[in-house]
C-alpha cells in the first residue's frame, strides 16, 4: 500500500491539526527520508533546451531558480498553509519582507490603507514613512474601535492593516467586527497573527484575506532563524503576491525553512505550555507591580473578546513600572536567569524596554500614542518551569525597590 504523503491536499486536509504541523506538505525524495530533506541549490537542470523552454512558458511543471521556488521552502509554504486553513502561502526572508510583501504588492499609488496604531515599530515605519514616499495614503486609526475603521474609509480604499495581539502593547482586535466591515465595503484585510499562531487564533475563519507571519517568533521558536509568509487564497497568491515577490526577490534560504519546518513540529506544544507558564507568571507579576496587561488576565481589557477568538493567552505581556525608564532598566539589569533580548516567541524567556529599544526610532508622540511609555518592559515567557522564572523575578523586583 503507498502510503500517505503530505502533499495531497484531499488527503491532508482531513487530518487534524497535530498531524498536520508535523507530515503536511512533506514530499520525499527516491530515498524514503523521514525528516524532510535539505535542498541546499540554487537552481536546476533540465534534461533538455526544450524542458527548459516548457517549464519558462509555464507549460510543464518543476523547478527553475529558487528564488521562484525551492522543494523544502515548498514544503514549509504547504504546511504553513494547511495549519492555517488558508488555499495557499509564500514563505519570506523575515516578518517585515512578509508584511512589506503583502502590502506592497496590492498597493499602488493612489490607493489608502487603513492601519491600527499598535503595531510592531516596523511595520509602523511601513504605514507612516513608505507607503507615503509612493503616493499610497494612510490613515492610523485605534485598531479596537470597531467605529474608527468604518468612519477611515475613503473610496479609494484598498487594504486593511493590523495585528492581534499587537506588540508590544497587546491591544487586542475584533477580528471578525473588522474584517466584516472590510468585506461590505470590497476592502482587503491583512491581518499578523505572530503573537498568536495558528494554534491559537486563525484569523481566517473570521474573516481575514491575508494572513501575515514573521516566523522567526513562535514558528521557529528556538530563537535560530529569521522568516516570514503570507497566507491567503490561490488566487491572491499567484496573482497578486507572486509577481511582487518573484521579482523582488525577499526569498526565504532553504536552510531558514528547514529549521522552521522542525520548529512547526512542536508548536502547538510550546505555544500552549508557553501561555501557561506566562499565565502564572502574570498572575505573579500583577501582585507586585502597577499594571499588567496580558490577554488572559481577566484585568485586560479586552480580555472576553481575547479568549473568545484565541484558545489561550499567548506567550507574551507587558508591564508598566511608575519609575520612568530608569526603574524599568533597573529591573533588567537585576534579572539573572531572563535575558535582556529584544526577540520574542523564543524557548527562553525574553524582556525588553520598547521605548529605547524596538519602539525607539517612533517619534515620542507616536509611542505614546501606542501606550508604550518609558515605563513599560514587554516579557516573552519561555519554557522554563515558571516558577524558576517567578523566583527571579522576585528577587529582581526586590532590587528594583519593588
Ligand atoms: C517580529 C515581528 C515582526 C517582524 O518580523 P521579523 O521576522 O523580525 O522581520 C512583524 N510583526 C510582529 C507582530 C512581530 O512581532
Redesign the pocket.
Known sequence: MKKKTGQDRSITQGWRPATKAVRGGVARTEYGETSEALFLTSGYAYDCAGDAAARFAGEQQGMTYSRLQNPTVEMLEQRIALMEGAEAARCMA??????TAALLCQLSAGDHLVGAKA??G??RWLTDTLLPRFGIATTIVDGTDNDAWKAAIRPETKAFFF?TP??PTLDVVDIAAVCGIARDAGITTVS?N??ATACLQRPMELGADVVAY????MMDGQGRV???AVCGTEKFIVETLLPFTRNTGPTLSAFNAWVVLKGLETLDLRVRRQSENALKVARFLEKRVPRVLYPALASHPQHELAMRQMEAGGTIMSLFLDGGRAQAHGLLDALELVDISNN??DSRSLMTHPASTTHAGLKEEVRLDMGITEGMLRLSIGLEDPDDVIADFDQALGKAGL
Request: charged share 10%.
Open positions: 523575515s516578518g517585515m519582507a512578509a508584511m503595531m510592531f516596523s511595520c495585528e499587537a506588540n499578523d505572530a503573537f514573521s516566523a522567526t517568533k529569521l522568516a516570514g520574542v516567541g
